[in-house]
């Protein structure tokens, strides 16, 4: 079955480390999002690309960066900049079309970031 | 710009009864698609209902329907017959036609429902 793969589920880092969250897709979904989600802030663009080779920042970049080099993997790196990483990070995409979101968009499971 | 608010941030339904969340948005463009999106426990965004801004028969899905008022740029979400597993966070959403669009979310509505 096709859909979006996040791992992993629970990520725990220490204070001054980068670490990346994976997202990989096989339903040839041309554009993919990265979202954080905290409680009662709902879910924020971070990071965003519609094609390979190109991403653009979304209302929160701050603090992370992307990279999108094959059409199904879209990974988030947390850096050290991010001052409040601990979240849920969730991955989404959008089908292919001539820009008729009806679908909306399909979620992975997401990623529990926890500082310690 | 896009904004979507969600100015309930808790409810509760008793099973079977009827409940409506609300939801408003604000947005300059001409068309765009609007959604509820429910997040269960397990934390999984699963699409309940759509509406197109340019229909204006509202959507409905089984128990789920919801008010589109587009001049007031309002979009709530009535559930009828509420069950338990409906018991979740309910996002509204919203998007604007175009291949570069972007979804828009509102801050969330935890429902809870009660015996």
């Known amino acids: 079955d096709g859909g979006i793969t996040q791992s992993p589920k629970y990520l725990f880092r220490k204070e001054g480390q980068n670490v990346t969250l994976s997202c990989e897709q096989n339903?040839?979904?041309?554009?993919m999002y990265w979202y954080r989600q905290d409680p009662g802030q709902g879910l924020r663009l971070i990071y965003y690309?519609?094609?390979?080779?190109?991403?653009q920042k979304g209302d929160i970049a701050e603090g992370y960066s992307v990279s999108r080099e094959k059409k199904e993997s879209f990974p988030l790196t947390v850096t050290s900049a991010q001052k409040n990483p601990t979240a849920f990070y969730l991955c989404?995409?959008?089908?292919?079309?001539?820009?008729?979101?009806?679908?909306?968009?399909?979620f992975g499971s997401g990623t529990r970031l926890t500082v310690v | 710009a896009q904004t979507v608010t969600q100015s309930q941030p808790e409810m509760s339904v008793q099973e079977a009864e009827t409940v409506t969340l609300s939801c408003t948005y604000d947005?300059?463009?001409?068309?765009?698609?609007l959604f509820w999106y429910k997040q269960p426990p397990s934390r999984q965004m699963i699409l309940v209902i759509r509406?197109?801004?340019?229909?204006?028969q509202n959507a409905t899905e089984n128990r789920f329907s919801v008010n589109f008022q587009k001049a007031a740029k309002s979009f709530s979400l009535k559930i009828s017959d509420s069950q338990l597993g409906d018991a979740a966070m309910y996002f509204c959403?919203?998007?604007?036609?175009?291949?570069?669009?972007?979804?828009?979310f509102g801050t969330g509505t935890r429902l809870q429902v009660t015996l």
């Open positions: 989404a995409s959008k089908p292919p079309g001539q820009g008729t979101p009806l679908h909306g968009y399909t």
């Open positions: 339903l040839n979904h041309d554009a």
């Open positions: 690309s519609q094609i390979v080779n190109d991403f």
């Open positions: 947005t300059s463009e001409s068309d765009y698609y």
């Open positions: 509406q197109e801004a340019y229909k204006q």
């Open positions: 959403a919203s998007i604007p036609t175009g291949t570069a669009s972007k979804l828009t």
